[in-house]
């Protein structure tokens, strides 16, 4: 199997979608071309027995176009709408492992939907249509020159120009207008997640109209692009449309056979480029498709970091000597060393910025450290499967997504097929006391801050892993409640617990302090 994942039976299927498509057309063709010779034969008035089986021909192919028309629709489709449900799955596949560090939101929207959703178009309309015209165009002028040697050439050239000529015109210009445009593309596409995702405080900091407007802007200036392109290509549209009616006059004047073969070639001329015409504005889809196929290509054949298999199981869990600096950045950690055997209670302080959060990060395996090592039971984390990791270390972070469903749903994500009762105790721990019915609106945000927070601390109580992390859980409750809830939750946890906070008072009692910054 290649990148694209085109297997042979693919293959197969798209030759006999080609097939029933040329064959469709080809009829159509030939309906045409009897049609006209029928009528112009019928003028002669000659004896209706030679007519009958022209007669008979014209309804059978009738019939025959209608019905290789629908069979085409089903194997084309069928063959684009199955391998792009398998293409969709290996692009969401190839983006998971670098999501969160490569990819910004408007990005990855491009790629799962509209690259996935142009490269159907490259199959549908393009690549069939051209296969079937370059068929039918072939088969036609090859009858055509054995009916008129000049009818068959005039043919030939006419829909060179037409099938070849015109649509590389149309590629070069499309294309250079698409490089042109491209980064103002990605601009928008960025300013228009932007707006949607930030749009409550662009509100808040009265920014909203204008970014609206400058987003506008871009619109506007892409738009007047577009115009520009489509005016050059619709100048070879027109183009097209004169020289199928030259080469179709042309054909009617030089064929030099009786007067119903020539009206069958000039009208059957006039069919073909019906086919040939519209590969102009398939050659434009073309550029644009390129483009998507070349960010889907790029995607597919980035080689995933590479991802540990072992089984991870309860321990001991060490950093020995972690950094960790960002691209671009002064490092956020330097030199750690944390010794977690089971059981124990390590408190995290430090200033704002001092890197407790990226600490949670490297043991959680969600942040790989660029110097020193972490290790658990004797063996480098990122050789432990990560899917499987949260089954030793977990916990609550500030930025821990909630689900648009209900307080229920949410819990059970830690703990699939816990009992009503359980997920009421792991509330009364965390402090939380909604009904688990509540809808939570989309990230909580039908919740007040201290009730998302609880609701994620709950989770991870319900969790209950062998290494517990928490990011200063009770940071938004009032203190005495914060504390109240805290003192629960540690009263709760039966394994080891590293804990971030601002406030000394918490880690009291504490096997371990780690002070940073
Ligand atoms: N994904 C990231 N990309 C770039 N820099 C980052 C990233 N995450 C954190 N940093 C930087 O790393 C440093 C440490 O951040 P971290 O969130 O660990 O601090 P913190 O001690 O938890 O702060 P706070 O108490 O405010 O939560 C900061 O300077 C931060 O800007």
């Known amino acids: 199997m290649n990148v694209w994942g085109v297997s042979t039976k693919d293959v197969v299927r798209l030759v006999r979608a080609g097939l029933i498509a040329s064959g469709a057309e080809l009829a ?108 039918v165009g072939l088969a036609s002028t090859t009858v055509a020159l054995i009916i008129s040697p000049a009818a068959g050439f005039t043919l030939a050239l006419g829909l060179a120009v037409a099938g070849i000529v015109l649509p590389w015109l149309c590629v070069r210009i499309t294309r250079s207008a698409a490089e042109a445009s491209a980064p103002a593309r990605a601009d928008l596409a960025e300013r228009a997640v932007e707006l949607v995702t930030g749009r409550r405080e662009l509100i808040a900091y009265g920014v909203h109209e204008s970014t609206v407007d400058a987003a506008h802007t871009a619109v506007d200036a892409l738009a007047a692009r577009d115009r520009a392109t489509a005016n050059r290509t619709s100048l070879l549209a027109a183009a097209g449309m004169l020289v199928q009616l030259l080469t179709c006059v042309t054909i009617a004047l030089v064929a030099g056979v009786s007067t119903p073969l020539t009206a069958a070639l000039a009208l059957g001329a006039l069919t073909v480029f019906e086919l040939v015409l519209p590969l102009t504005a398939a050659a434009q889809r073309w550029v644009e498709v390129q483009t998507s196929a070349q960010r889907v290509r790029a995607l597919l054949t980035e080689p995933a970091p590479a991802r540990g298999t072992a089984v991870p199981e309860p321990g001991h869990l060490r950093l020995e000597g972690v950094g960790v600096r960002f691209p671009g950045r002064a490092p956020a950690l330097e030199g750690v060393d944390l010794d977690l055997p089971p059981g ?62 209900t307080v229920r749903e949410n819990l059970l994500l830690a703990k699939p097929g816990a009992t009503d009762a359980e997920l009421l105790e792991a509330c009364s721990t965390a402090g939380f006391d909604l009904p688990l019915d509540r809808e939570v609106g989309s990230d ?46 540690l009263a709760a946890a039966r394994g080891t617990v590293v804990l971030v906070t601002h406030r000394e008072a918490h880690v009291a009692g504490f096997d371990e302090v780690l002070r940073l910054g």
């Not at 290996?90 to 939101?105: A, E, F, I, W």
């Not at 407790?356 to 499967?385: C, H, I, Q, W």
């Not at 990560?386 to 977990?394: A, D, F, I, R």
Request: glycine share 10%.
């Open 344 to 405: 124990k209670r390590v408190g995290i302080l430090g200033p704002s910025g001092a890197g407790k959060t990226t600490v949670l990060n490297v043991l959680l395996g969600f942040v790989a450290p660029t110097s020193g090592r972490v290790v658990l039971k004797g063996k480098p984390l990122d050789e432990y499967d990560p899917t499987l990791l949260p089954s030793v270390v977990s916990g609550a972070l500030a930025d821990a997504h909630v689900f648009h469903t």
């Open 444 to 489: 909580g945000d039908a919740l007040s801050g201290g009730q998302r927070q609880r609701l994620v601390l709950a989770r991870a109580v319900l969790a209950a892993p062998p290494i517990l992390v928490l990011d200063e859980p009770v940071e938004g409750l009032d203190p005495e409640h914060g504390d109240a809830v805290l003192a629960d939750v």
């Open 28 to 135: 159509g063709l030939a309906l045409m071309a009897t049609a006209a010779w029928l009528l112009l034969k019928a003028a002669e008035q000659p004896p209706l027995a030679s007519l009958t089986v022209a007669i008979v021909a014209v309804r059978t192919l009738a019939l025959l176009r209608g019905g290789l028309r629908y069979a085409e629709r089903l194997a084309g489709h069928e063959v684009v709408l199955r391998y792009l449900g398998a293409l969709r799955t290996r692009v969401y596949t190839s983006l998971l492992p670098h999501r969160v560090s490569r990819h910004s939101g408007g990005d990855l929207v491009t790629r799962l939907v509209s690259d996935v959703d142009a490269v159907q178009d490259a199959i549908l309309r393009c690549l069939l249509p051209a296969g079937v015209a370059a068929f």
